[in-house]
């Protein structure tokens, strides 16, 4: 089942030290996923082949709320977190409740941090830490069209009513 991806910070940091250990490239990214499209997918089998495994940082709820506003997420923590593990190129998924996964990023110490090119390198949060530690940060070109915005947008459209 995929939904075993789905771990804890303590069991993130223990696969993280295995892999590493067995000289594998650990990429991570992070991330809200709220209704995933095809942006999303796009960008994640992209990062999970700047190296061997890929680890998906998830905002909880609360984060999200804290992040995009007291009416998002609109999937809840465990849904999006199940979509997420459910992605052959996503290795395990880890649940965030901080506005940034900074601690996160310096428990699991990757090789490789990605976002999608909406952020720029100096904006991206754990750039400075995973260069300082011998990594490398990279951006991947958004899927024009595609954002969680856009869909809910286009929903409200079509379904006025609610
Ligand atoms: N169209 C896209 N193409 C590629 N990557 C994307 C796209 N949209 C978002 N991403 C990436 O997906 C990750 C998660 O972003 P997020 O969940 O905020 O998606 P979003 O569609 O931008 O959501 P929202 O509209 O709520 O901000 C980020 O790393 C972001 O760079
Ligand atoms: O889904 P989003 O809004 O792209 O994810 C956010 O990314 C932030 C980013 O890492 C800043 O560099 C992060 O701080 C925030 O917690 C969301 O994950």
Redesign the pocket.
Known sequence: MTESKILSRDQAVALAEQWHAEGQQLVFT????DILHLGHVDYLEKARQFGDKLIL?L?TDA?VSC??GPLRPVVNEYARARLMASLAFVDAVVLFGE???LDLIQALKPDVLV??D??AVS????ADFVLENGGRVQTIPLVAGYSTTALIGKIRHAYPEG
């Not at 992070?30 to 996923?33: A, H, M, Q, S």
């Not at 904006?123 to 754990?126: K, P």
Request: glycine content about 20%; some cysteine.
């Open positions: 992070n991330g809200c996923f940082g905002n984060s992040i995009k506005s940034t996964p976002k999608g909406d952020y904006a991206i949060v754990g």
